[in-house]
């Protein structure tokens, strides 16, 4: 699957109920075996099983919205260990897997797949015209 926002998200954001900018948005290393996505139903982190997330990251920093374009700081998940990640989900985190909102499905990213060996993994967001993603 190429990468793509959730259509919940697009809902979300268009009534105001995701801030890219003030709220918590982490991201989640997804063994693709694990997960298969469906971005047209699939809500919220909970409809992501556990066994296919790999590492968290902490909240993005540096996060911008231009032009509808979505950046932020690169991202680092420390010590990872676990199956071999294929996919990245981006998501709003609200403290509970049942309430917080998936963002965006990433499997297209330089370096993926990528293969956990207790090291830090360190997500280099595109420099392009479309960064993260773009609305």
């Known amino acids: 699957m190429a990468n793509a926002l959730y259509t919940k998200y697009r809902e979300k954001a268009l009534q105001g109920q995701i801030n890219w900018l003030t709220d918590n948005i982490k991201v989640v290393l997804v063994d693709a075996a694990d997960y298969t996505v469906n971005t047209a139903t699939h809500e919220f982190l909970s409809d ?12 993005l920093t540096g996060k911008t919205a231009t032009g509808g374009v979505a950046d932020a700081a690169d991202v680092t998940f420390s010590a990872v260990t676990g199956d071999v990640s ?10 509970t897997d049942t309430t917080s909102p998936l963002i965006a499905y990433i499997d297209t990213a330089t370096g993926l797949a990528v293969t956990p ?12 015209s479309g960064r993260i993603f773009s609305l």
């Open 48 to 59: 992501v099983p556990s066994a296919g997330r790999v590492a968290t990251s902490a909240n």
């Open 86 to 95: 294929e996919a990245l989900v981006i998501y709003k985190d609200t403290g």
């Open 117 to 128: 060996n207790g090291g830090d993994i360190t997500v280099i967001w595109p420099n392009d």
